[in-house]
C-alpha cells in the first residue's frame, strides 16, 4: 500500500509540473488580485488534473487512437503561441504574459496541461487499476502546485519584472517542446 501511494504521489507530482510552469508565468503578469486568481487557478487545474484520470480509464484504449494524433499536436501549438506572445511582448516592452484570467483562457490552459493525465487514466485502465484515490491525489497535487505557481511568480515578477516574463515564455516554449519530443518517441 505504501508503495503504491509513494509512487501514485511520484506521477502526481510529474504531472504537477506543467501546470506548475504554467502558473508560475501567469502569476508573473498579475497585477491584482493575486490570492483568488492563485486559488481559482488552483481549482481549476487540480479539477482537470483530477478528471483526465477519470476520463482515460473509463474511455480507456479505443479513444486514446483517436485523440493521440491530434491532441498533442493542438498542445504544441498552445503552448508555442502563449510562450512565443510572452516573450515578444516582453522583448517589445508590451508585457501581458499568460493570462490566468477568464473561464476560457483557465480551461483550455487546464486541458493543455492535463493532456499527460489522461494517458495516466488510460494506462491505468489498461493494467486494472482503480483510479479514484490515485485521480484525488493527482488532483490535489495540482492544486497545490498552481496555487503555489501564481504566488511564487508574482513575487518574482517584482523582483524580476520584464525578465520573468521572458523566463515564463521560454519555461512553455519548453514545455511545447516537451510534448513535441513525445509526439515522436
Known amino acids: 500500500m505504501i508503495p503504491a501511494l509513494f509512487s501514485t504521489f511520484a506521477i502526481a507530482v510529474g504531472l504537477a509540473m506543467d501546470a506548475f510552469s504554467v502558473s508560475l508565468a501567469g502569476g508573473a503578469a498579475l497585477k491584482k488580485d493575486i490570492a483568488k486568481t492563485a486559488v481559482l487557478t488552483g481549482l481549476m487545474f487540480g479539477f482537470f488534473q483530477f478528471a483526465m484520470p477519470v476520463i482515460g480509464w473509463l474511455v480507456g ?32 516592452g508590451e508585457e501581458e504574459g ?19 493525465a489522461l494517458a495516466v487514466g488510460i494506462s491505468y485502465g ?4 482503480a483510479i479514484i484515490i490515485p485521480s484525488i491525489i493527482i488532483g490535489v497535487v495540482a492544486f497545490a502546485f498552481s496555487f503555489a505557481g501564481v504566488l511564487a511568480g508574482h513575487k518574482l515578477s ?11 515564455g521560454i519555461v512553455l516554449v519548453l514545455i511545447g ?9
Open 61 to 92: 484504449a479505443p479513444i486514446s487512437s483517436i485523440i493521440n494524433p491530434y491532441g498533442y499536436w493542438i498542445v504544441v501549438a498552445l503552448f508555442f503561441f502563449i510562450g512565443g506572445k510572452m516573450i515578444y511582448d516582453a522583448v517589445k
Open 177 to 185: 517542446l516537451k510534448f513535441l519530443v513525445e509526439i515522436f518517441i
Open 98 to 116: 499568460v493570462s490566468l484570467i477568464g473561464f476560457k483562457v483557465l480551461t483550455l490552459l487546464a486541458i493543455a496541461t492535463s493532456i499527460d
Open 126 to 129: 489498461l493494467i486494472g487499476e
Open 158 to 168: 517584482d523582483v524580476l519584472g520584464s525578465k520573468m516574463e521572458i523566463f515564463g
